[in-house]
């Protein structure tokens, strides 16, 4: 989806990323399905809606890549001097895919819907200005963040 943010019948499939939950952490902090929810990395907050399922383990939570855009006419633009709105709303059809694991379907939402995982992961102490790098392949090491997850 982080190459495709700019195609709105992809984004109608999934229009953001929730945050998967397994239902005893969920249980445990007051969140149900389809609850708003903020994330804390200890970087940044980043707000989301919870997607409570049993097919993540307990103490882990998960989120698809690639949402939460700033760029690409997301949000606005200056180049050059020149400022550039967001691209104008669009959608094709009179579906909403607002609340996870439902079958209504919806117009797609902003290319800046949802949060991106990036935004709010731990900078890495050696290089200071990125998430953080695996030390083998040097990609974004998402998968050693530690978060903090809270009902809204």
């Not at 731990?122 to 998968?143: C, F, I, K, M, R």
Request: hydrophobic share 30%; aromatic share 6%; proline share 5%.
């Amino acid at each position: 989806m982080h190459r495709t943010q700019n195609s709105p019948w992809l984004r109608e499939t999934r229009p953001e990323n929730p945050v998967w939950i397994n239902p005893q952490d969920a249980e445990e902090r007051g969140i149900e399905n389809g609850d708003e929810i903020r994330i804390d990395a200890g970087r940044e907050t980043a707000d989301a809606v919870a997607m409570v399922t049993s097919g993540i383990r307990p103490g882990v939570v998960g989120a698809m890549w690639g949402w939460g855009r700033t760029g690409d006419g997301a949000t606005p633009e200056t180049i050059d001097g020149e400022t550039r709105s967001a691209v104008e709303a669009d959608g094709h059809s009179d579906y909403q895919f607002d609340e996870p694991m439902t079958e209504e379907a919806g117009y797609a939402k902003g290319r800046d819907a949802g949060f991106a995982i990036n935004h709010i992961q731990p900078l890495d102490e050696e290089l200071g200005d990125t998430g953080l790098s695996d030390l083998v392949g040097g990609s974004n090491a998402q998968y050693d963040a530690f978060v903090d997850v809270e009902r809204r």
